[in-house]
């Protein structure tokens, strides 16, 4: 797992997941400010930046690194539902 997360893929997450800023910022705990911030590419602390990138993969996000996208940039998806 890389620890590099782009604001760019912040937003994708959030979007994917069809959570606002609140919404985002409850689950991790910190201020909603923060998260706009943080998807505005304004620099956070190390720990803040984990506790948005634990809420959104706890939630079913796979951050993707530029080598893991076939077309070359770093992006985001879904987790595959597990079976129950």
Same mark, same amino acid.
């Given at each position: 797992?890389? *620890?590099? +997360?782009?604001? &760019?893929?912040? /937003?994708?997450? /959030? =979007?994917?997941?069809?959570? *606002? #800023? /609140?919404?985002?910022?409850?689950? $991790? !705990? +910190?201020?909603? @400010?923060?998260? &706009?911030?943080? %998807? &505005? !590419?304004? =620099?956070?602390?190390?720990? *803040?930046? =984990? $506790?948005?990138?634990? $809420?959104? %993969?706890? =939630?079913?996000?796979?951050?993707?690194? &530029?080598?893991?996208?076939? @077309? !070359?940039?770093? !992006? #985001?998806?879904? /987790?595959?539902? %597990?079976? *129950?």
């Amino acid at each position: 797992m890389h *620890t590099d +997360v782009t604001s &760019a893929q912040f /937003r994708m997450a /959030r =979007a994917a997941l069809e959570w *606002t #800023v /609140r919404d985002l910022a409850a689950k $991790a !705990g +910190v201020h909603r @400010n923060t998260i &706009a911030r943080i %998807e &505005a !590419g304004e =620099a956070s602390h190390g720990p *803040t930046l =984990a $506790a948005v990138r634990r $809420a959104l %993969e706890d =939630a079913g996000i796979i951050f993707l690194s &530029a080598g893991e996208q076939a @077309n !070359g940039g770093p !992006g #985001v998806r879904l /987790r595959e539902p %597990e079976e *129950t």
